[in-house]
């Protein structure tokens, strides 16, 4: 029963493709994210969503598409894929943003 | 933009020591909070200590918060093998809504 789930683990693609990842959690949480973990391991989040409602955009590109059919999902599609996206990218969930979050098990993108 | 740094970067020690983890930020917080990272996984949450506590604990883990030097520490008694990862601390704003992490710090104990 994985709490935090997200698809694929692994994608690898080229300069210019349009990708898709998919975010589920069965917490019951209200407020999803988007982080993304450079080669150095450096965490930035990307976007917040708190019951389907954009709160948080940190200066992403344009090219970065959350989705939030659901309080239990959040997708995040990327167009034009660039070779500076390569990252691991990792969904998390929180039931109101202060207390711990729960994060998925992270999906590895590489743009070549 | 990373909320502040952690100390030291890396960590090497013998399986029974102790293990210090050091992390400060630049701005008011409502919490502090420590995650774990094993290589090639996600983040699991250790302990959370709210801006009005000063010490907490839970089982092997140690975190103290000092507000005035924006400063906080983990402390891992008796470091098993198994306690090898990367540790990342993370404040919420006062806002609730964001969690900005520090740069981590990547402890390796050596059975």
Redesign the interface.
Known sequence: DTA?SQTPKYLVTQMGNDKSIKCEQNLGHD?M?W?KQDS??????MF?Y?NKEL??NETVPNRFSPKSPDKAHLNLHINSLELGDSAVY?C?S?Q???????????TRLTVV | SQQGEEDPQALSIQEGENATMNCSYKTSINNLQWYRQNSGRGLVHLILIRSNEREKHSGRLRVTLDTSKKSSSLLITASRAADTASYFCATVNNAGNMLTFGGGTRLMVKP
């Open positions: 935090v407020t994210y982080y150095k391991k450096f965490l930035k989040i917040s708190n709160i948080i990792f998390a929180s109101d943003g202060t207390e711990g979050y729960t994060f998925g098990s992270g």
